[in-house]
Each structure stands twice: as structure tokens, then as C-alpha cells.
């Protein structure tokens, strides 16, 4: 995910002139509600700042886990009947070896 580029600075919002009109806004109104803007522009750009930070510290931090080797099915039903034969080699072999004895 990637963020847009910013485009205001602090500045710009503090220094922005808007024109006047006969009918215009409330020049303080706006410079009150502008400056309430400016705050939570800096807070904002502290907190992309801090969570960089911490986004590069958990990087740097990580470390890679080892690949485990990827095997087919056949491998490991290969794998497993071997070890079953093997059991009931030592299971069933004894016995059968006492029967015929």
C-alpha cells in the first residue's frame, strides 16, 4: 500500500491568503479552524514519522526462517509406508518367528 504524495507543507496551510469578497467568511473564523489543521497536520506527520521508524526497526529485526524442502506426496507416502514396514517387521516378524519355532 503506498501513500499519496503530500502535497501541503505546514507552512502552506499557515501562510495561505484566501481573497476577500463582500460576502466572504469570517477572516478569524477560518485562521482558528486553519490553525486547528496546522496541529493536526504536525501530529499526523510525527506519527507517519514514528511508524516508519518502527516499520524499519521490525525489517532489521527480523530474521529469515529457514525454507523447509518442499516434498511431494509420493515422497512422504513413501516415507511413511517404509517406517509402517518397518514396524510391523519388528512387531509381527518376532511373533511369527516364535510360531514357527
Same mark, same amino acid.
Request: glycine content about 4%; charged content about 30%.
Given at each position: ?19 476577500k ?8 473564523e477560518?485562521d ?6 496546522? !496541529? ?5 506527520q =510525527?506519527e507517519?514519522?514514528a +511508524?516508519?521508524?518502527?516499520?524499519e526497526?521490525?525489517?532489521? #529485526? @527480523?530474521?529469515?526462517t ?8 509420493s !515422497? ?5 509406508? =517404509?517406517r509402517?514396514?518397518? +514396524? ?7 511373533k511369527? #518367528? @516364535?510360531?514357527?519355532?
Open positions: 500500500m503506498s501513500i499519496n504524495r503530500i502535497q501541503l507543507s505546514v507552512n502552506d496551510i499557515l501562510e495561505k491568503d484566501f481573497k469578497s463582500m460576502r466572504g467568511y469570517n477572516e478569524e477560518v482558528a479552524f486553519l490553525d486547528i489543521i496546522i !496541529q493536526d497536520y504536525e501530529a499526523f =510525527k507517519i514519522e +511508524l516508519k521508524q518502527e516499520n526497526r521490525f525489517k532489521r #529485526s @527480523e530474521t529469515p529457514p525454507q523447509r524442502q518442499q516434498t511431494t506426496p !515422497q512422504v507416502n513413501y516415507d511413511v509406508l =517404509k509402517l514396514s518397518n +514396524l510391523e517387521k519388528a512387531v509381527f516378524g518376532q511369527l #518367528s @516364535e510360531k514357527e519355532g
